[in-house]
T-cell receptor, first 113, second 114 residues
Framework: KAGVTQTPRYLIKTRGQQVTLSCSPI?????VSWYQQTPGQGLQFLFE???????NKGNFPGRFSGRQFSNSRSEMNVSTLELGDSALYLC????????????FGSGTRLTVV | AQTVTQSQPEMSVQEAETVTLSCTYD???????LFWYKQPPSRQMILVIR??????QNATENRFSVNFQKAAKSFSLKISDSQLGDTAMYFC???????????FGQGTRLTINP
């Protein structure tokens, strides 16, 4: 059974650019969440999608957005990149019940220069 | 708002020893779930063990077990017979029933020495 797949693994962008990250959940999982991981702030929740609808959103500026497609694949987009957006972005999928836990991907390491 | 605190930034033990990682949390909810995740250098967060708050029995998965004290809001992880492959960052996480957002602690870096 394939796990959660995130692409690309690494990304280097320049300040002011925009970036799109992709996440393919485990087959059958309809919930996809995104987290930002930095040394200073730790793991912070960005947003969660279920059946193409955003159900929850963390405290991030509007430059951070996401969407989910009918096949449950999800993308997140960051516009007008800032140096502080450099982080590991993790995607997690679940069956839509927290008691099963969440399965994470290996993340996308974004570096903004 | 829920918070999760891991008071040990780093720990180091010898292979085959037993080690306990601490986690406390704060919530006014009565129904929730607690998890321990492991993040090795490969970066992938791996679920180690989970605990439902409504279950008094402590969860166990092979060498991993928890000590869940609901009244004290404490959720520690015990690793028995530690192995070199246990070297990783360990995160304690909380989620309310019906919620979609995991709240993580700051993590404990565990090193198992040969």
């Amino acid at each position: 059974k394939a796990g959660v797949t995130q692409t690309p693994r690494y990304l280097i962008k320049t300040r002011g650019q925009q970036v799109t990250l992709s996440c393919s959940p485990i087959s059958g999982h309809r919930s996809v969440s995104w987290y930002q991981q930095t040394p200073g702030q730790g793991l912070q929740f960005l947003f969660e999608y279920f059946s193409e609808t955003q159900r929850n959103k963390g405290n991030f500026p509007g430059r951070f957005s996401g969407r989910q497609f009918s096949n449950s694949r999800s993308e997140m987009n960051v516009s007008t990149l800032e140096l502080g957006d450099s982080a590991l972005y993790l995607c997690a999928s679940s069956l839509d019940s927290p008691d099963y836990g969440y399965t994470f991907g290996s993340g996308t390491r974004l570096t903004v220069v | 708002a829920q918070t999760v605190t891991q008071s040990q930034p780093e720990m180091s033990v010898q292979e085959a020893e037993t080690v306990t990682l601490s986690c406390t949390y704060d919530t006014s909810e009565n129904n929730y779930y607690l998890f321990w995740y492991k993040q090795p250098p490969s970066r992938q967060m791996i679920l180690v063990i989970r605990q439902e708050a409504y279950k008094q029995q402590n969860a166990t998965e092979n060498r991993f077990s928890v000590n869940f004290q609901k009244a004290a809001k404490s959720f520690s992880l015990k690793i028995s017979d530690s192995q070199l492959g246990d070297t990783a960052m360990y995160f304690c996480a909380f989620i309310s029933q019906g919620a979609q957002k995991l709240v993580f602690g700051q993590g404990t870096r565990l090193t198992i020495n040969p």
